[in-house]
């Protein structure tokens, strides 16, 4: 494994391999590997013959007030665990060498970027594009993976190629599972013992929005009511940012479920901020 | 020559070429092609072996009101033009092909973007990045050369692959003018005969403040009113939009010339603008 902490040589790295006929296949991540990342690892080695995996905990896309400061890094332990899978370059550059001191040209989605985490978390996806333009033009992939968790990011991840031509295959993997359903994500590091108990009521909530709809249950203001009862009743001091109803595709939101509808909510647990979501009301759509 | 309306066609042909070891240096135009066109594809010919070429009058980089419908179009004349100078790839869209009628992805520079041009046409220079992207994208250029006369945009496009780190060249090649100083520009043809009798006072002006300079004036509005007052005399219906002394790089304004400056101004002449800039204070600082 090759590791690259310069965007310059990272990027003169891959043109090498580009122009000897090699396909890159990347996985960009903000680090603190786990599952999810290493599954996203694997479906990427199958999509191209090098494997890309960049580490960068992006500033731009962190609010004020959000959890920048304390979003959990260990790079030494995501090393060896890039290694260990089979990473051929590894990228993790400084906020500095990403951001110049006088940055100014940003990458923005006006449309499926406006509701769910758009709306709680303005600037963020303006922060996620900006980087992944950038992260795309450094390894100047085949293929980018990102995982089905963040189905909002990834979406708008497949616009941004679609809409600036960039010749890149977007692949979206399926969420991994912790055994009692919790996505795997980062940031479950931060719970606290008796938040991560609780916190697989976000999956919970989603089993019984798939279970509602499978039983001929179509109206979204009710699922979302019953969805809300039983996170309330799980975890009482849980706050919900939203549950939201929407087309798999265009993420525009939907009253009655008719055809693939994904159900994505967002919840709070103390300060930290959890996100899953579902497909429903037929299977395999995405 | 070949040439290609389609943009995925034209990629597929450009990452081709890359593969089998060609650079590719690319002149994005808005066609009506004149000398300055002309001028441009010779520099980029000698900075790379394929040179493409794109015609497209971008509707996006048009304000409302603006002349994106009588903007200049003879593709039957560009394309022979084209063959004549050698281009070896010639990309001619259809708006329906480079935006999708749910288009939502957009690039923009924020800082050197505020100033001259972007201050009387809000949106231009989104439209403008936003499109440049998208060529970068579709034709993979190793240079791309754009023209000193729109200099606001060529110190943007600089922004714009600095920032998000295109793996291309810039080059910013000399502007071509008639015998009479006039910059070349497509809308030139726009302009009623009396006012393309006139409209050399743009570079008249710019000749004086350059005298002006070098004589030890130092101080910009002294400079600005006698350029004002020079082309109020040759040509009394004229309305400036500005005329703004600036740092050559940064776009910053500048109450005083101390060293290389740009002078850049925009003039309108019945329907049309027209647009011209000097660097003054020192020669051949860009």
Avoid at 202 to 213: C, D, E, I, M, T
Avoid at 231 to 251: G, K, R
Wanted: aromatic share 6%.
């Amino acid at each position: 494994m090759k590791s690259f902490s310069s965007s310059r040589e990272m990027q003169a790295m891959c043109r090498k391999l580009i122009l000897a006929g090699n396909r890159i296949a990347l996985v960009p991540t903000m680090g603190c590997l786990h599952e999810g990342h290493l599954s996203l690892m694997k479906t990427a080695r199958e999509r191209g013959n090098i494997l890309a995996v960049s580490i960068f905990v992006n500033p731009i896309q962190f609010g004020k007030g959000e959890d920048y400061e304390r979003y959990p890094r260990d790079i030494r332990r995501d090393s060896r665990l890039c290694a260990e899978t089979g990473v051929d370059l590894l990228f993790c550059p400084e906020a500095s060498d990403i951001y110049a001191t006088d940055h100014s040209v940003f990458v923005d989605e006006t449309v499926l970027s406006q509701g769910m985490c758009g709306s709680f978390r303005p600037g963020h996806f303006k922060g996620v594009t900006t980087v992944v333009a950038k992260l795309f033009n450094i390894v100047q992939p085949d293929v980018a993976v990102f995982g089905h968790k963040d189905i909002q990011q990834a979406l708008i991840i497949k616009q941004l190629v679609r809409d600036l031509n960039f010749p890149i295959d977007v692949v979206i993997a399926p969420t991994v599972r912790e055994a009692d359903g919790l996505a795997m994500s980062s940031r479950n590091n931060l719970l606290t013992d008796d938040d991560r108990r609780v916190a697989p009521c976000l999956w919970k909530a989603l089993g019984l929005a798939q279970s509602l709809a499978a039983g001929g249950y179509k109206d979204t203001a009710g699922i979302r009511d019953k969805m809300t009862e039983l996170i309330q009743a799980e975890a009482p001091s849980a706050c919900i940012d939203y549950i939201e109803f929407a087309n798999c595709a265009t993420l525009h939101p939907t009253a009655t479920i008719s055809g693939p509808t994904v159900v994505a909510l967002a919840v709070r647990l103390g300060k930290v901020r959890l996100i899953d979501n579902l497909v429903i009301g037929e299977r395999d759509a995405l």
